[in-house]
């Protein structure tokens, strides 16, 4: 794939077969749990050309080499394997809870520490790099939507001899590509965006760092993470139209947040799209677009919030986000989440229906 084409089309074409007659235009899922001996392939547990296509598609969409996973958190697990017994991680206070928890339960074992910072506070996260083995970046966060400075952060935190990773789910590879700005790894839950139709659960890693690849290939052929053919072949197949779905969805999550501000009982909206958000400048820097998930708080109100979420008819009421649905939740109603995350906060993933149907729903829900 030559470098210069756009991204949305390299989302189209990267990651297929070779053009000679009769070839398929695409692959098809590779149903095997093992090879012909003879080749370097083995067993499936270490090579799936269903993968094979999703991973070079992902690796010219972020400029490394790819390497998919059971999930994003199996990526995750993947990655903190890499700490040495006793190392120190860098993490922020707002992230996606699920990698919050796997540190917690790591540093209550005894295995690393963990020293939790405002990641949106660049000086405090290049503070807290010196003697950290990994610094672990989300940007977005999920849910706060704080906007980090990955740039001055990795290249600190590689100064620091640190391997330096990028939760880039909510960005997607379309809108932010965190190894050109210094990072070491790129992270996805590919179940998201990537795959985007809400029936896939996928985690990815991009890397340009040949030693990082193979460390984490090792980590997922014996911790055993590894993807379904048949789920690699459909987050490929969703991937095709990231560019299109992305596209409205975010100029929808504009339309929507600026009507949001105007709104009586919304207190807060939280989207690196509006001009006074804590984060729009420097999202305007590293993003190409400011993604398609918003949250928004009412005045304190948790009881409130829960019964908007449990009062819209289109938007989906369900955990997760990037789907083509509309789906949206109160996070506090998950005991795992972070406590400084409001009672009240609400996150939205905007979706790509008609926006003017959003926004009545939402709108209706809202009065009740
Ligand atoms: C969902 C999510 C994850 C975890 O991914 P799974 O595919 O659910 O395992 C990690 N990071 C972020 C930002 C997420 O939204």
Redesign the pocket.
């Known amino acids: 794939m030559t470098p210069e084409l756009d991204p949305s089309t390299v989302v189209v074409h990267a990651g297929r077969p070779e053009r000679v007659p009769n070839a398929p235009l695409g692959g098809s899922p590779v149903f095997s749990s093992t090879y012909i001996a003879g080749g370097d392939r083995g067993y499936g547990r270490f090579g799936n050309d269903s993968w094979v296509a999703l991973e070079e598609t992902l690796g010219a969409l972020e400029r490394g080499r790819g390497l998919t996973f059971?999930?994003?958190?199996?990526?995750?697990a993947a990655v903190c394997d890499l700490v040495p017994v006793g190392g120190r991680v860098v993490a922020p206070q707002h992230?996606?809870s699920?990698?919050l928890a796997l540190l917690d339960q790591q540093a209550a074992a005894g295995r690393l520490s963990v020293e939790r910072v405002d990641i949106a506070d660049t000086d405090a996260v290049v503070a807290a790099v010196a003697g950290a083995d990994l610094v672990w970046i989300?940007s977005p966060?999920?849910p706060a939507m704080e906007v980090a400075e990955i740039a001055p952060i990795a290249a600190a935190g590689r100064a620091a001899g640190a391997t330096v990773v990028v939760?880039n789910?909510?960005a997607t590879p379309l809108l932010q590509q965190p190894l050109s700005l210094g990072a070491d790894l790129v992270?996805?839950?590919?179940?998201?965006f990537i795959a985007g139709h809400s029936d896939v659960?996928?985690?990815a890693i991009v890397t340009t760092n040949d030693d990082l690849w193979t460390a984490l290939e090792l980590r997922r052929r014996n911790l055993g993470a590894i993807p379904g053919p048949m789920e690699a072949w459909l987050a490929l197949r969703g991937l095709r139209t990231l560019a299109l779905r992305l596209d409205r969805a975010q100029e929808t999550a504009g339309f929507l947040a600026a009507r949001l501000v105007e709104h009586p009982r919304v207190s807060r909206v939280r989207y690196p799209g509006l001009p006074d958000d804590p984060g729009h400048a420097r999202a305007a820097v590293q993003m190409s677009g400011f993604g398609a998930i918003l949250a928004i708080e009412l005045g304190g109100d948790a009881e409130a919030a829960q019964r908007v979420c449990e009062s819209t008819r289109l938007w989906v009421h369900a955990t997760?986000?990037?789907g083509v649905e509309s789906m949206l939740e109160r996070r506090r109603r998950w005991a795992g989440e972070a406590p400084t995350i409001p009672a009240d906060l609400i996150r939205l993933s905007v979706g790509i229906e008609h926006r003017d149907d959003l926004w009545t729903d939402l709108a209706q829900a809202l009065k009740l």
Do not use: Q, R
């Open positions: 059971a999930s994003g958190m199996a990526a995750a992230a996606y699920g990698v989300e966060t999920n939760d789910t909510f992270m996805h839950s590919a179940t998201k659960l996928l985690g997760s986000l990037g």
